[in-house]
């Protein structure tokens, strides 16, 4: 069965990074677009990072621009964001999720778009 699985989440003080890997099975998602969304207690599920199916493309939200970065290798059919000049806003559950669409010509913002989840990684940032 499809699986993505989320690591890398921890502790780290405002101003510190942290690196998620996200490692996809069951499914190759080489030619779909993938996000990250983060989740914090009592909030909806926040778009964070898109990247499109070849990775040349990527977004971004606005609180997470020039701090963070998305990224791909298809060859591991992994997914990865690197979060650097951490927040304590940005605490929250991260997950990675993978497009329903083949090769879409953009990075969706929606999470309805996703078919495929993580199970999520907490990220604390502390001040």
């Known amino acids: 069965q499809v699986q993505l699985v989320e690591s890398g989440g921890g502790l780290v003080q405002a101003g510190g990074s942290l690196r998620l890997s996200c490692v996809a099975s069951g499914r190759t998602f080489s030619n779909y677009p993938m996000g990250w969304f983060r989740q914090a207690p009592g909030k909806e599920h926040e778009f964070v990072a898109a990247?499109?199916?070849?990775?040349?493309?990527?977004y971004y939200t606005y609180s997470v621009k020039g701090r963070f970065t998305i990224s791909r290798d298809n060859a591991k059919n992994t997914v990865y964001l690197q979060m650097n000049s951490l927040k304590p806003e940005d605490t929250a559950v991260y997950y990675c999720?993978?497009?329903?669409?083949?090769?879409?010509?953009?990075?969706?913002?929606?999470?309805?778009?996703?078919?495929?989840w993580g199970q999520g990684t907490q990220v604390t940032v502390s001040s």
């Open positions: 999720a993978g497009d329903r669409f083949y090769r879409r010509d953009y990075q969706s913002v929606t999470p309805s778009d996703y078919d495929y």
């Open positions: 990247i499109s199916w070849n990775g040349i493309s990527t």
